[in-house]
């Protein structure tokens, strides 16, 4: 098995823990370690625990585990979450001024590193997350010059600030070679690849810029975690990407504003959770009957209502795809990392322009707040086209056609007038009350549902293809049942990872019926895509593996509910 | 240009005979052809309601929406082609019950589009029930013993909220409402025009005889229009109402598009653009932190 270790940073809100995070996270990416972290934290500005983890590993790795190897907590008060995860196999690097009595009496390895202190004699107590990066740095080997870049960037615009935490990260980097040269460190690390250069994105950057590389030119939000990281990213690169950015008033309005870019030729998103996706539902009808395109960005977490907000679940796959009064054609997709985050998103709005459909790209809150490495990001590969027409004198903008979908006009490109309208209406978009124009106008756009279906983004199979045990799951749960199937290495099971879960790509039915025994994996309490595939492919899943604790799953969770569901038939 | 360049072919129209709707329709017409504003330049954007139907029944790019969101829409289509000349039509419950809130924050975006409002104070296609500026005591099916709820008073709202141009006419009035509609159009910026509007089958209180005889057209010269606090109390005066325009800042304020970085460099309207691939490709570089072993500048 591959060397590699868990690490978990743990501490307040408001006390630089994201900050230690990010310089490390980028330290250890830059020092040909793979690298993967993931957060989860309170919903609170100050105060309270947050952690983040990071692994570090000789392999590609994209999954949550809960395993801790080192943890290093700046703050006191660790929550339960965390104390379930340490054994005696964990190492804790604390201050015990800052702890107090919090390890005392408990087996767990404990070396006392006085962050504060040597904050406090060099460049003042506020620097005390510099001193912890920088110890951690020297024992993974990373080079102090690469520190000093990532603190440069980050105090670019405070020098004085940038000079004291210079001063605390070399004492602190001095002190860490020392724990190393004493050999009380212990752990082993894994061999750096020198050559392995990622880079290195998160799940709000994938999306967003996945998005742009679709010809997003209009975001619109009100913000909501976790769809306004998405919102933010684009915000703060409007102008670097000359686009429309607006947070506006609320949903309703961010949904109405999109479909008015789209109409005049805009290619518009709209970023929200499902609070603010509930509050679309109108608007998403508006697009299904008078079909202008329409991209939103769903970032789940738990509901109902407000729920938990810094938290995760898969619980909204039938929101989006009941979404909206009236039947219509729809398409969603579920990206499982951010390579999968960025191709679907671009993807989105090309399919939006092109069947005139409303498309939702549903991730969540543990998939957008982890960085994941990559390769690269092919953008120019991309084609790029626009699915527009211009209008000529007469122009109907409902033109039945055989495929369903009418060549749409957009305001002012040709001499045609554009006419959109929401009522049943007949090929000139005019109010209709006729009973057949309204059989052949539903008939047409549900016909694009074929189209749809056509295109649709067959499953990732991983595994034998004769396994007759199939453990389906769908979005940011994908890689960690991948490695979870790794670990239990069966090679009677192969896992079955939708990014799209509508419309199904037609290879779910045999994959269904060739299997001997289904197994669904998800974030809900329901199993909502196991009754997705009975409702499509009219098979019951034999077994489902739910978590709704507003945690994603971890590798061991899985791996330990399939060994048993394998070995005993337990499951729910 | 001749106003019957914007007749479209004959249509039923759905509104009752002696509506006020006939009349804005009609003045909406004559404002765009004095402008000599062709219908492939005029996107018309409305919700639901009777006064929401008015753009099927002339030329132009429509869309009619959803009740109450015209102005998101409208604000959406302008800042993805600010080439176009947009109007968000509607009547009192479309823009200002189910619409409020778009209301409030359409005046503090300052978008360059026109609203005209059919203000009838009642609903006219839910048959009857009051509106939001209905007035105290009118009885309806609904309101069996009267309004008591105080009417929203729409121009106060729009001056107190920093609207850019605030006017209010009678549709019997139609040169008064094609010069107000004129000049709404050619304002920069957004601009709220109240319309008085008699409903003849549900409101007997506020007929074409009451608004006669409960408005006055106010005299103006630009330097009376600038003046705020005048036209606060303009709006809040009444009976008599006074009808015109309320308010006008010609100041040059910068409107929501001009404001966009997405026209910062370039006016080009989004249709009209592809992504720039390669700009991305060069920023997703920037996150490949392995340069930084070379200790990359900042």
């Known amino acids: ?202 799940g709000h950057k994938a999306v967003s810029l996945g998005a742009l590389a679709g010809g997003c030119n209009f975001v619109t939000a009100y913000p909501m975690s976790p769809g306004s990281g998405v919102l933010a990213f684009m915000a703060q690169n409007a102008s670097r990407f000359e686009i429309v950015v607006e947070q506006v008033e609320d949903e309703i309005s961010a949904v109405n504003m999109v479909l008015g870019a789209w109409s005049a030729g805009g290619r518009g998103m709209a970023t929200t959770s499902g609070g603010g996706f509930a509050l679309m539902e109108e608007g998403i009808s508006l697009s299904g009957v008078t079909e202008i395109p329409l991209v939103i960005h769903l970032g789940q977490r738990p509901g109902p209502a407000t729920g938990m907000a810094t938290r995760t679940e898969q619980a909204d796959l039938e929101l989006a795809l009941y979404a909206g009064h009236g039947e219509f054609p729809r398409v969603l997709l579920t990206p499982g990392n951010a390579a999968e985050a960025f191709e679907l998103s671009r993807l989105a709005f090309d399919w939006a322009d092109r069947f005139q459909v409303p498309v939702f790209i549903l991730t969540d809150e543990y998939l957008l707040d982890s960085i994941f490495e990559l390769e690269s990001l092919e953008v120019e590969k991309a084609d790029f086209s626009h699915h527009f027409v211009e209008a000529e004198p007469g122009y109907a903008r409902y033109r039945v056609t055989e495929n369903g979908v009418s060549p749409r006009g957009i305001f002012r490109h040709g001499n045609g007038l554009v006419r959109i309208d929401s009522h049943e209406h007949d090929e000139k978009g005019h109010i209709e009350e006729d009973f057949e124009v309204r059989e052949r106008m539903q008939k047409k756009r549900m016909s694009k549902l074929r189209l749809l279906e056509e295109a649709a983004l067959p499953p990732t199979v991983k595994g034998k293809p004769g396994a007759r045990t199939r453990v389906f799951c769908w979005g940011s749960t994908g890689p960690i049942v991948a490695e979870a199937l790794e670990r239990l290495g069966n090679e009677e099971v192969c896992l079955v990872h939708l990014k799209q879960v509508y419309p199904l790509h037609n290879s779910i039915q045999s994959l269904v019926d060739e299997a001997h025994r289904i197994i669904v994996v998800e974030g809900n309490s329901t199993g909502q895509l196991a009754r997705l595939i009975r409702l499509y492919t009219g098979r019951n899943a034999e077994h489902r593996l739910l978590n709704f604790r507003g945690h994603q799953f971890s590798v061991e969770e899985v791996s330990e509910g399939l060994r048993k569901i394998l070995e005993g038939g337990e499951g729910k | 240009m001749n106003p019957r360049e914007y007749d479209i072919e004959p249509v039923d129209l759905s509104w009752c005979p002696g509506c006020g709707n006939f009349q804005i329709l009609s003045a909406l017409k004559e404002a765009l052809a004095e402008l000599e504003i062709p219908p492939q330049d005029v996107v018309l954007i409305s919700g639901i309601g009777q006064a929401a139907k008015t753009p099927h029944f002339m030329k132009g790019h429509i869309i009619q929406g959803l009740h109450g969101r015209a102005l998101p829409v409208a604000t959406g289509v302008k800042a993805a082609n600010p080439e176009l000349t947009v109007l968000a039509i509607g009547g009192d419950g479309d823009m200002y019950g189910e619409g409020g809130n778009h209301l409030l924050h359409t005046i503090r975006r300052n978008p360059d589009l026109t609203n005209l409002v059919h203000n009838n104070m009642v609903y006219g296609l839910t048959k009857g029930q009051a509106s939001p500026t209905s007035p105290v005591g009118l009885k309806t099916p609904i309101q069996v013993e009267g309004v008591f709820s105080e009417p929203l008073n729409p121009v106060a709202l729009a001056i107190s909220q920093g609207a850019s141009f605030v006017a209010r006419t009678f549709s019997a009035n139609t040169e008064l409402t094609k010069e107000v509609i004129k000049a709404a159009i050619l304002h920069k910026g957004y601009a709220l025009v109240d319309i008085f509007q008699p409903c003849v089958s549900f409101n007997k209180v506020n007929t074409y005889k009451w608004f006669r005889e409960n408005t006055i057209v106010m005299e103006d010269s630009p330097e009376k229009l600038r003046d705020r606090k005048r036209a606060m109390e303009l709006a809040l005066s009444g009976p008599p109402f006074p009808l015109g325009i309320l308010y006008r800042d010609d100041s040059g304020r910068p409107c929501f598009e001009d404001r966009l970085q997405a026209y910062r460099r370039s006016k080009v309207p989004l249709w009209k653009r592809t992504p720039d691939l390669a700009g991305i490709a060069a920023y997703i570089e920037t996150l490949r932190e392995g340069e930084l072993k070379g200790g990359r500048e900042s």
């Open chain 1, 1 to 202: 098995m591959a060397n590699e270790l868990s690490i978990v940073l743990c501490g307040a809100a408001g006390q630089g823990v994201q900050t230690v995070e990010v310089l490390l996270v980028k330290a250890l990416g830059s020092s040909g370690y793979h690298v993967f972290s993931t957060k989860e934290s309170m919903s609170r500005v100050r105060g309270g625990n947050n952690s983040t983890e990071i692994r570090i590993s000789e392999v590609h790795r994209e999954a949550f585990v809960d395993r801790i190897d080192l943890l290093v907590p700046i703050n006191g008060g660790i929550r339960k979450n965390i104390w379930k995860r340490l054994d005696r196999s964990t190492l804790v690097l604390g201050d015990r001024e800052e702890l107090k009595e919090e390890f005392e009496g408990r087996e767990i390895r404990f070396i006392d590193v006085p962050f504060l202190g040597i904050a406090r004699e060099a460049g003042g107590p506020v620097t005390a997350n510099s001193v912890a990066a920088a110890v951690m740095c020297a024992l993974f080997g990373i080079d102090f010059t690469i520190l000093e870049t990532l603190l440069k960037e980050r105090f670019a615009k405070t020098p004085e600030i940038l000079e004291k935490n210079l001063l605390s990260a070399e004492k602190g980097y001095e002190r860490g070679g020392i724990l190393l040269e004493k050999g009380e460190f212990g752990l082993k690390l894994p061999k750096p690849d020198p050559r392995w250069s990622p880079l290195l994105v998160d």
